[in-house]
C-alpha cells in the first residue's frame, strides 16, 4: 500500500513537472514576441516611448534595441504597476494603447487585436523575460519583385528562425515602410499595393533585421531590345540589363563637342581649350577618345581638380592662426594624387599619421574635428560612406550600427594627441553612452580590440582588406556620382542595406574593378567616361523623360562654384585674384573652403568647414542668379579692356569670328547656322560705341544660359 501511495505520489510530481514544462515552453517570451509587439504598434518609435527621454514617464529603447532594459521597465518600475497579473486585461500596459485609458497618444492596439491578445497571453504566464533566443535566419518573399502592370497587389511574407526551433512565419510582426508612400500602400494585413512604375523600395524590420525590398514595374507595357546596342566594357552591360528590364529606351549618343566638354569639365573642372578642341575634332582613329582621357587625367589640371574634390570628402581647412598644417596637408594630398598613389595606401595614412602637423600632411586628419567621437564619424563618412552619428545615442534605426560599434570606434581614436604634434599617448577614453563605462574599443560590426596597441592600425588593415567592401563601395560610388552627376547609392555618405543602389551589381562590379586595379581611382574613372552609357546625350525622348536615375540620358548638373569661377574667366580672359595674389590661379586651386575669395561665396560655396563635402556646393541659388544677371562677376570681365571680348574688337575681327570664337569657347563647338544667322542680323547695322555694347550683351546671353551654366 505504501509503495502504491508513493508510486502515485511520484506520478503526480513527474506530472505537475511536466505541465510546467509544457507552461514554460508555451509561455510567450518577451524579448523576441513582446518587443515585436511595440514595434509594429509604434509604442517603441522615436516619436513615442522609443524617444531619448521616453513618454509620459515610460521609456523603451527604440525600435527595441535594448531588451533587458525594456523587459525592467515594463515589468519592475513603478512597482510593477505597468502589469496586472491577476487581471490581464486590465494591465495599464494594455489599457493604454487600447484607447481603455488616456495617455496622450493614439490608439496603437485594437483591444480583439493579435497584438493585444499577445500581451494578455504574456501576462498570464506570470509576464516572463523567457530564455534566450538568437535570430538566425530571416527571409522575406518576395526580396525583389518584377511586374508588368500597375496597380498590382503583391503579399509580403516573412519567415524566421530562431536557434531553439523550427522556422515561424512572423509576418504579422513585421513592420514595412515604403520609401515612397504615393507609389506603394502598404495595409494592415501586409499586402503591398503598386500604383506608380518605377523602381520601388519597401523596408522590412523585424527584431534587428532591417532589409530591403524591390518592388519593381517596367515604365512602359511595350517590352523593348536593347541587346544590340554598343557595350565599351562592364559598365554598359549592367545600365542595359536595368534599363531593359524598366523598358526605358535610351537617348542617342552625344555629339564629340558635348563629349568632350563633359568630359573636360568632369575630370579637369575645366572646359576645353580651343586648341585641344581643334587637334580632337581633326583626329579619326577610333582611339581618340581613350587617349585624350589619358592625356588629361596626366595633367596639373586633373591633380587640382581632384585634389579639390577629395579635400571636400575629407572636410579639409585651416586651423584659426595655423595655416601651415593645412598647407603640408593639402600639398601632401596633391603630391598622392599627382604620383598616382593607390587610395587604399592613402587611407592607411590619413588613419595612422603621426609627428608634427607642419610637416607630416596626413597627421593633420584628425586635427579637422575635435575629439574622438568625431574623428569616428569623419572616418565613416570618408572610408565607409556611412553615418555612425545616429548610433551615439541609441543603435541606429536604418543600420546595423550599435551604440557599442559607435563608442568603441570612437574609443580607437581616444587616445590621439590633437596638437600641432600629433602623437598617441597612453592614457584616453570616451564613455559608452549605454553603459556609462568606458567603451572598449572595437571596429564597427566587427569585434572588439584588447590590450593596449595602436588600434588605429587594425582599422587600417580592415578597411583596406580585400574582404571590406564599404571602402571600395564608398568610393567608386563618389566617383560615379562626380562623372555622372548623381550616385548609385544616393545621398553618397548614405551607403546602407535599406538605402540600396540602383544598380546592385554595378556597384559591386565596379568596387571590384577598383581593388583588382590597386585602388586606382584614374582607372575607374576613365572605365567611367569611356562608357557608352557616360556618352549618352542629354537629349530626351517621350519615353524616358522621367528617368531621372537609370542613365538612358545625360543629367544636366550646374557647374560648381569654383568650375563656373575659372569657366567664365577661360571664356572672357580675365583671371580672379584671390587673396590678394597674382592673377592666373585657377579657383579650383583654392582648396581652404576658409579662404578669402568673395567669387567664389557669391555663387554658394560651402564656407562651413565640417559640412563641407561634395553635395554642398552648388551656383543654382537666387543670390548667385542675380550675381550672375546683374554682378561684377562677369560684367566687370566683358568691359574690362584686357579682356578677350575687347581684344578681339581692338583687332578687327568681324561679328562672325567672334560668334564662332565664344560659341568654342563657351561651348567646345561652332555655332549652328541657325545660331550665327540670329546672332549676326542682332549685330548689324551698328555704329562703333552700339557694336560694342552689342557684342558684351552677346558674351553676356552666352555666359548666362544653362548651356553655359551646366554640364550636360
Given amino acids: 500500500m505504501v509503495g502504491t501511495k508513493n508510486a502515485m505520489m511520484k506520478l503526480l510530481i513527474l506530472?505537475?513537472?511536466?505541465?510546467?514544462?509544457?507552461?514554460?515552453?508555451?509561455?510567450?517570451?518577451?524579448?523576441?514576441?513582446?518587443?515585436?509587439?511595440?514595434?509594429?504598434?509604434?509604442?517603441?518609435?522615436?516619436?513615442?516611448?522609443?524617444?531619448?527621454?521616453?513618454?509620459?514617464?515610460?521609456?523603451?529603447?527604440?525600435?527595441?534595441?535594448?531588451?533587458?532594459?525594456?523587459?525592467?521597465?515594463?515589468?519592475?518600475?513603478?512597482?510593477?504597476?505597468?502589469?496586472?497579473?491577476?487581471?490581464?486585461?486590465?494591465?495599464?500596459?494594455?489599457?493604454?494603447?487600447?484607447g481603455i485609458?488616456?495617455?496622450?497618444?493614439?490608439?496603437?492596439?485594437?483591444?480583439?487585436?493579435?497584438?493585444?491578445?499577445?500581451?494578455?497571453?504574456?501576462?498570464?504566464?506570470?509576464?516572463?523575460?523567457?530564455?534566450?533566443?538568437?535570430?538566425?535566419?530571416?527571409?522575406?518573399?518576395?526580396?525583389?519583385?518584377?511586374?508588368?502592370?500597375?496597380?498590382?497587389?503583391?503579399?509580403?511574407?516573412?519567415?524566421?528562425?530562431?536557434?531553439?526551433?523550427?522556422?515561424?512565419?512572423?509576418?504579422?510582426?513585421?513592420?514595412?515602410t515604403a520609401a515612397d508612400p504615393i507609389a506603394v500602400d502598404i495595409d494592415s494585413q501586409r499586402m503591398a499595393r503598386i500604383t506608380r512604375r518605377g523602381q520601388q523600395v519597401v523596408i522590412a524590420r523585424f527584431l534587428n533585421r532591417v532589409v530591403p525590398i524591390q518592388l519593381n514595374i517596367p515604365f512602359s507595357e511595350n517590352p523593348i531590345d536593347l541587346s544590340g546596342e554598343p557595350r565599351a566594357n562592364f559598365i554598359d552591360d549592367e545600365v542595359l540589363k536595368i534599363l531593359s528590364e524598366l523598358r526605358i529606351p535610351i537617348s542617342p549618343p552625344a555629339t564629340d563637342s558635348d563629349w568632350l566638354r563633359r568630359v573636360t569639365l568632369d575630370l579637369t573642372g575645366r572646359l576645353p581649350d580651343p586648341a585641344s578642341i581643334e587637334t580632337f575634332m581633326a583626329d579619326q582613329d577610333r582611339d581618340r577618345?581613350?587617349?585624350?582621357?589619358?592625356?588629361i587625367m596626366s595633367n596639373e589640371a586633373f591633380n587640382d581638380?581632384?585634389?579639390?574634390?577629395?579635400?571636400?570628402?575629407?572636410?579639409?581647412?585651416?586651423?584659426?592662426n595655423d595655416k601651415d598644417g593645412f598647407n603640408a596637408y593639402s600639398e601632401w594630398l596633391r603630391e598622392e594624387i599627382r604620383k598616382g598613389a593607390g587610395l587604399d595606401q592613402l587611407a592607411i595614412q590619413l588613419l595612422t599619421a603621426e609627428g608634427d602637423s607642419h610637416i607630416v600632411g596626413p597627421a593633420n586628419f584628425g586635427r579637422m574635428i575635435n575629439d574622438a567621437r568625431e574623428h569616428a564619424e569623419l572616418a565613416g563618412h570618408f572610408f565607409m560612406g556611412m553615418r555612425l552619428g545616429c548610433a551615439n545615442c541609441h543603435n541606429h534605426p536604418l543600420d546595423r550600427w550599435t551604440q557599442d560599434d559607435y563608442h568603441g570606434f570612437a574609443a580607437v581614436f581616444a587616445r590621439l594627441e590633437r596638437g600641432r604634434i600629433v602623437s598617441l599617448t597612453s592614457r584616453g577614453a570616451v564613455t559608452n553612452l549605454r553603459t556609462n563605462e568606458p567603451a572598449v574599443p572595437r571596429i564597427p560590426g566587427e569585434r572588439d580590440?584588447?590590450?593596449?596597441?595602436?588600434?588605429?592600425?587594425?582599422?587600417?588593415?580592415?578597411?583596406?582588406?580585400?574582404?571590406?567592401?564599404?571602402?571600395?563601395r564608398a568610393t567608386v560610388n563618389r566617383l560615379w556620382y562626380a562623372m555622372f552627376g548623381r550616385g548609385l547609392v544616393e545621398p553618397t555618405d548614405d551607403l546602407r542595406e535599406t538605402n540600396p543602389p540602383t544598380h546592385p551589381e554595378l556597384l559591386e562590379r565596379l568596387a571590384d574593378d577598383f581593388v583588382d586595379h590597386g585602388y586606382d581611382f584614374r582607372h575607374t574613372l576613365k572605365q567611367m567616361a569611356l562608357s557608352n552609357a557616360y556618352g549618352r546625350s542629354g537629349q530626351l525622348i517621350d519615353e524616358n523623360r522621367s528617368d531621372d536615375?537609370?542613365?538612358?540620358?545625360?543629367?544636366?548638373?550646374?557647374l560648381p562654384p569654383e568650375v563656373l569661377v575659372d569657366a567664365?574667366?577661360?571664356?572672357?580672359?580675365?583671371?580672379?585674384?584671390?587673396?590678394?595674389?597674382?592673377?592666373?590661379?585657377?579657383a579650383v586651386a583654392i582648396v581652404d573652403p576658409l579662404a578669402p575669395a568673395p567669387s567664389l561665396d557669391i555663387l554658394g560655396r560651402c564656407t562651413?568647414?565640417?559640412?563641407?563635402?561634395?553635395?554642398s556646393n552648388t551656383a543654382g541659388g537666387l543670390s548667385s542668379q542675380l550675381h550672375l544677371l546683374n554682378g561684377e562677376l562677369i560684367n566687370r570681365k566683358l568691359t574690362d579692356k584686357e579682356g578677350r571680348l575687347h581684344q578681339m574688337i581692338h583687332d578687327s575681327k568681324s561679328d562672325e569670328q567672334i560668334i564662332r570664337q565664344f560659341y568654342l569657347l563657351a561651348f567646345s563647338r561652332m555655332p549652328i547656322t541657325e545660331e550665327l544667322h540670329h546672332w549676326s542680323n542682332r549685330l548689324s547695322d551698328s555704329d562703333a560705341s552700339e557694336r560694342r555694347s552689342k557684342l558684351e550683351d552677346f558674351v553676356w546671353s552666352l555666359l548666362n544660359s544653362r548651356a553655359f551654366l551646366e554640364n550636360h
Avoid at 497571453?121 to 525583389?144: C, D, M, N, V, Y
Avoid at 581638380?305 to 584659426?320: A, D, E, I, V
Fill in 568 to 586: 567664365i574667366a577661360d571664356v572672357t580672359g580675365i583671371a580672379d585674384r584671390f587673396d590678394g595674389q597674382v592673377t592666373g590661379i585657377r
Fill in 549 to 558: 536615375r537609370f542613365y538612358s540620358h545625360a543629367y544636366r548638373r550646374l
Fill in 449 to 472: 580590440l584588447s590590450g593596449n596597441a595602436d588600434f588605429r592600425h587594425d582599422v587600417a588593415h580592415w578597411l583596406t582588406s580585400n574582404e571590406n567592401r564599404y571602402f571600395a
Fill in 101 to 176: 485609458l488616456d495617455h496622450g497618444g493614439d490608439v496603437a492596439l485594437d483591444d480583439d487585436s493579435p497584438g493585444a491578445k499577445r500581451l494578455v497571453e504574456w501576462i498570464r504566464s506570470g509576464a516572463p523575460r523567457g530564455e534566450q533566443r538568437k535570430l538566425t535566419h530571416f527571409e522575406i518573399t518576395p526580396e525583389r519583385y518584377l511586374g508588368t502592370e500597375v496597380p498590382v497587389d503583391v503579399r509580403l511574407q516573412v519567415t524566421a528562425r530562431f536557434d531553439d526551433g523550427e522556422p515561424e512565419d512572423v509576418t504579422g510582426w513585421t513592420v514595412f
Fill in 15 to 98: 506530472t505537475g513537472l511536466l505541465a510546467s514544462h509544457v507552461e514554460m515552453a508555451l509561455a510567450v517570451n518577451f524579448d523576441t514576441e513582446i518587443i515585436p509587439v511595440f514595434t509594429t504598434a509604434g509604442c517603441n518609435a522615436g516619436a513615442c516611448h522609443g524617444a531619448a527621454a521616453g513618454r509620459g514617464g515610460f521609456h523603451l529603447s527604440l525600435l527595441g534595441a535594448n531588451a533587458s532594459n525594456d523587459y525592467e521597465a515594463v515589468v519592475h518600475e513603478l512597482e510593477g504597476r505597468r502589469i496586472n497579473q491577476t487581471h490581464p486585461e486590465h494591465s495599464l500596459l494594455l489599457a493604454k494603447p487600447t
Fill in 608 to 615: 562651413k568647414a565640417k559640412e563641407c563635402d561634395e553635395n
Fill in 289 to 295: 577618345r581613350p587617349r585624350y582621357v589619358e592625356s
Fill in 305 to 320: 581638380y581632384w585634389t579639390l574634390r577629395f579635400s571636400k570628402l575629407l572636410r579639409m581647412h585651416s586651423q584659426p
